[in-house]
């Protein structure tokens, strides 16, 4: 059964002050690994993809890394925009679509 | 683009209603998922479609029903509604794999049921 855990489950940081989300993941055969940031009441919006270990993506101060047991959300200098509740997904070799969630972790970044 | 759109955002049931809860796309997309969000469990798969015609239960699809008629709608159905199914409903979709491969979510429909 394919599980997916992410700690801390809050964060509460100073405004530029970085930091990592964590996301441990199992499953049978890797097909991609998915961050989505949600904001309260709205839909989770998409992030990144990961497909390999090794590989890493940006966007803006977010970067995402991949290992083959886990993944990281690297936030460097943060700003109150950036708080929001992180949610990291995985999806399995063998699945079409369906994703595999992770409870999320609420990050809150104080001015 | 309209991306994924959900009707009602909001709605209260009482124990043994039934409803449905509505869900659009404008993508084109195949695939197209409901699921749950339930405080400390995450999100959990309902149903899912890979398209017109096609759907597969996901992993808490019990109380629920879908069909696929068109590529752009995916409705689910509550058979009678029960306090069990008070939650956040959201729909997703995705193009073929390659595309991106990212899901798009709808807004959510938050249900109480009484």
């Known amino acids: 059964e394919d599980q997916v855990t992410q700690s801390p489950e809050a964060l509460r940081l100073q405004e530029g002050e970085s930091s990592s989300l964590n996301c441990s993941y199992t499953?049978?055969?890797?097909?991609?690994l998915f961050w989505y940031r949600q904001d309260p009441g709205k839909g989770p919006e998409f992030l990144f993809t990961?497909?390999?270990a090794g590989e890493e993506k940006e966007k803006e101060r977010l970067k995402a890394t991949l290992t083959k047991k886990e993944s990281f959300l690297h936030i460097t200098a943060p700003k109150p925009e950036d708080s929001a509740t992180y949610l990291c997904?995985?999806?399995?070799?063998?699945?079409?679509?369906?994703?595999?969630f992770g409870q999320g972790t609420i990050l809150t970044v104080h001015p | 683009n309209a991306g994924v759109t959900q009707t009602p955002k909001f709605q209260v049931l009482k124990t043994g209603q039934s409803m449905t809860l509505q869900c659009a796309q404008d993508?084109?997309?195949?695939?197209m998922s409901w699921y749950r969000q339930d405080p400390g469990m995450g999100l959990r798969l309902i149903h899912y479609s890979v398209g017109a015609g096609i759907t597969d239960q996901g992993e808490v699809p019990n109380g629920y029903n879908v069909s696929r008629s068109t590529t752009e709608d995916f409705p689910l159905r509550l058979l009678s509604a029960a306090p069990s199914q008070t939650s956040v409903y959201f729909c997703a979709s995705r193009g073929g794999w390659g595309e991106g491969n990212e899901q798009f979510f709808g807004p959510g429909t938050r249900l109480t049921v009484l």
């Open positions: 499953v049978s055969g890797l097909r991609g």
């Open positions: 997904a995985v999806q399995a070799a063998a699945s079409y679509g369906k994703l595999t």
């Open positions: 993508m084109n997309h195949e695939y």
């Open positions: 990961l497909y390999s």
